[in-house]
């Protein structure tokens, strides 16, 4: 089972922030949060993973709380081409290896 | 650079079939995974390679289902007796280590009649 959960869908106009919500209240002090999104018909693109500490990149930037039971992905300024279905996983190591499990997502609609 | 790369991109088949679906990881990535996707659900783990060998194959729902890794480096997924329920996408990612994060192909898209 997912260790996430996720709204079902969003909607954000164009230009402005987009937060989306995460919550993993079992996670471990060493399993780390990614984030990845699929636009249709497409394999999942990585967006960005954080531990504790809040991470920037050139897509995104993720929060995490202090005491990591939930985070909050914000894509600062949405365009129509952010539209997709946004995925927060906890990393889990598992079987020799670290695992995703997915959940369902949330489905990013931003609107002109 | 190149990403992952998946052949066929979408494959019809039927029932009863043997059909292979192939994986070219990124270069140099040690680490390989198979995920299926059902419509309207996030990816399911299916098999995870290290090198050649399988060293988690936990996900694969049942011995139709079956990939290899011969050199390292491409991947066959490989279903046997193909059954309706089998339809969906199903997708390859690597990673430079088993601790790195993954990259994912753009799947092939496999239908059942």
């Known amino acids: 089972d997912a260790k996430t959960t996720q709204p079902t869908s969003m909607d954000c106009a164009e230009g402005r922030a987009a937060n989306l919500p995460c919550n993993h209240s079992?996670?471990?002090?060493?399993?780390?949060v990614y984030w990845y999104r699929q636009i249709h018909s497409q394999g999942p693109q990585y967006i960005i993973h954080g531990l504790k500490n809040n991470e920037t990149n050139e897509m995104a930037s993720l929060i995490i709380t202090e005491d990591r039971k939930s985070s909050t992905l914000i894509l600062p300024h949405a365009t129509l081409r952010d539209t997709a279905v946004y995925y927060c996983i906890v990393r889990v190591a598992q079987g020799g290896t670290y695992k995703y499990i997915f959940g369902t997502g949330t489905r990013l609609k931003v609107l002109a | 650079g190149a990403g992952v790369s998946q052949t066929p991109s979408n494959k019809v088949t039927e029932k009863g079939k043997y059909v292979e679906l192939r994986c070219d990881p990124i270069s140099g990535h040690t680490a390989l995974y198979w995920y299926r996707q059902s419509l309207g659900q996030g990816p399911e783990f299916l098999i995870y390679f290290q090198g050649t060998g399988a060293a988690d194959d936990s996900g694969l729902p049942n011995d139709r289902f079956f990939a290899v890794r011969p050199e390292g480096s491409v991947s066959t997924l490989k279903i046997q007796r193909t059954e309706r329920g089998d339809s969906a996408v199903y997708l390859c990612?690597?990673?430079?280590?088993?601790?790195?994060?993954?990259?994912f192909g753009p799947g092939t898209r496999l239908l059942v009649l």
């Open positions: 079992t996670i471990s002090g060493n399993e780390y």
């Open positions: 990612a690597s990673s430079l280590t088993n601790f790195e994060t993954q990259y």
